[in-house]
């Protein structure tokens, strides 16, 4: 490379998602600091705000961003604010604007179709000129171009940033020539740019952070208060209900609270684990706790597409913790976004149990670990106002849990004083079910036409396996008809990831 593209300075942010049932990080933190070439950035936790670093980097004056992570998989529209503002925020942090932007992704994971759009709407969220200014950056532990190669959606990216790409080991740091050639590609690239940087307009200014101060002191005040009160009076026997939406960690919180793995968190092959409705029981800080475990809703969905069946399910868990629930522990993950239609499924999904519910509800905010060094106050603030409804709906008690963290008992202990707490203020009554219909009766009824139906089912896959067993095609094209996008991308995967009966060699997904 020419001498006359060499800069005196080099501006970088460093963005990527997360792939939160696989791999989990992209390993942009790592990547600032063998960039620097010191432990500038925490490895250790969830980067969740938008942190600047910067030095000398083979005669270069280097500037690094990290930013926070999103789901791969989440567009724009389903990212907590916080997040995405903090993304946004990152630009302010390399004035005037920065040279580019190294999209970080483990070259071993998958990056499968559906993660395209929401790359597309995150990264254009900074500037609809991003792509010129990203590279691709690869960590990984030796170059795999194969791999590239043979990945379509790997090269749809490729291609996006016009083939520019690097692969960056990130197992050795000590390896110089890595960082060298990557500054001289950005270096390339900014002269491809004739020389210009990008210029940000829809960045946030850094003083927005401040506002989020003053609101969080109110908030923990009003916690603080009602921790204060009665705080020592412990009840022997509390009886609890989970529910949320799928896969928010309502078993996973389930186990934490009791101290063992009894209700299953991820089985294989399944696209939600808990379909009905478990009861499980242990002594915890000598209180016997009855923990009711239940079937998620579709966070987006109305209640009126939610199966009768699950309906049912929810209906019947406070039923199962007779005479009723002390507690019911209303499940929000920390990475969901609660923007409108999502408030008013959690709203008609609580509805279900009857209106006198809110007095018992507690939020649970699962994923603590996505806080990373933030709070909870912080992101609710920052979060759409639906969110601070409904917790105010709930007479202002949540709580947080990192469900990966086994051994800190205290945040078991704090939710059972919160617990408390909320039981003195409803003069230590239970949560009493409405009793006009029962739904362990209408369960059995429909059980009962259910398993009618699925020999018919099973008798009709059978035949269309014994047929396509028959006639050996060499190309399989299918049309997925359905009602909801959700359950026909979900089945589309399912077949695309091989997890079919036939699985056709070469596959193509198209949406109309
Ligand atoms: N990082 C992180 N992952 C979590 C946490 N809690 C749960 N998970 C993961 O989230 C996934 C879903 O957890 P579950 O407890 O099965 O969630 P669920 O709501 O019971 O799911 P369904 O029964 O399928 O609706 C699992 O892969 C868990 O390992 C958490 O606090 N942090
Ligand atoms: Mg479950």
């Excluded at 209700?263 to 242990?282: D, E, G, H, S």
């Excluded at 699962?366 to 105010?392: A, F, M, N, P, S």
Aim: aromatic residues 6%; charged residues 25%; hydrophobic residues 35%.
């Amino acid at each position: 490379m020419t001498s006359d593209k060499r800069l005196s300075e080099i501006r970088i942010i460093l963005v990527g998602g997360r792939d939160v049932f696989g791999t989990e990080k992209s390993g942009k933190s790592t990547t600032g600091n063998i960039i620097l070439g010191r432990n500038a950035f925490e490895v250790g936790r969830r980067t969740a705000r938008s942190v600047k670093a910067e030095g000398e980097v083979h005669g270069r004056h280097v500037t690094v961003v990290d930013t926070p992570g999103w789901v791969w998989c989440c567009s724009v529209e389903n990212t907590p604010n916080f997040d995405r503002l903090e993304i946004m925020r990152s630009t302010t942090l390399c004035q005037p604007g920065p040279h580019a932007f190294l999209l970080v992704i483990p070259v071993n994971s998958t990056f499968p179709h559906i993660c395209r759009a929401p790359l597309e709407s995150q990264l254009e969220l900074l500037s609809d000129k991003i792509w010129k200014h990203i590279i691709v950056l690869f960590s990984c532990v030796a170059p795999l171009k194969k791999k590239i190669k043979e990945s379509q959606d790997m090269m749809w990216l490729v291609g996006k940033c016009q083939n520019r790409y690097h692969f960056l080991n990130i197992k050795s740091c000590a390896d110089c020539s890595q960082v060298v050639t990557l500054l001289e590609k950005i270096e390339e690239m900014v002269a491809q740019n004739n020389g210009h940087y990008l210029q940000i307009d829809k960045g946030i200014s850094v003083g927005d952070k401040q506002d989020i101060g003053s609101a969080k002191a109110n908030r923990q005040k009003t916690v603080l208060q009602a921790c204060i009160r009665d705080a020592k009076q412990h009840k022997t026997d509390i009886r609890i209900v989970l529910i949320g939406g799928v896969q928010g960690a309502k078993s996973s919180a389930g186990n934490l609270i009791l101290g063992k793995k009894v209700f299953a968190v991820n089985r294989p092959k399944t696209l939600r684990t808990t379909v009905c409705c478990a009861i499980n029981q242990a002594k915890v800080h000598n209180r016997r706790l009855t923990v009711v475990d239940t079937p998620g809703w579709y966070y987006n969905y109305p209640v009126e597409k939610t199966p009768e069946m699950d309906k049912l399910e929810i209906r019947r868990s406070v039923h199962l913790c007779a005479p009723g629930p002390h507690v019911i522990l209303l499940i929000i993950p920390i990475l969901a976004c609660l923007e409108m239609t999502v408030h008013t499924a959690v709203e008609k999904h609580m509805g279900l149990l009857g209106e006198k519910v809110w007095n018992h509800t507690i939020v649970l905010f699962t994923w603590g670990d996505w806080l990373g060094d933030t709070t909870i106050e912080e992101r609710i603030e920052k979060e759409d106002k639906h969110l601070e409804l409904l917790i105010e709906k709930c007479g202002n008690r949540y709580h947080v849990f990192n469900c990966k963290n086994h051994t800190d008992r205290t945040q078991v202990t704090e939710l059972l004083e919160k617990i408390e707490e909320m039981m003195i203020e409803n003069n230590n009554s239970h949560y009493v079910p409405e009793m006009e219909s029962n739904p362990c009766l209408e369960i059995d009824l429909m059980l009962k036409t259910t398993k009618t139906n699925m020999t018919k089912m099973n008798r009709q896959t059978q035949i269309i396996q014994e047929l396509l067993r028959e006639i050996k095609l060499a190309e399989l094209r299918i049309v997925l008809l359905g009602v909801e996008d959700t359950w026909k991308f979900m089945a589309g995967n399912r077949i695309l990831r091989g997890e079919s009966l036939f699985p056709p060699k070469e596959v193509h997904m198209h949406s109309c």
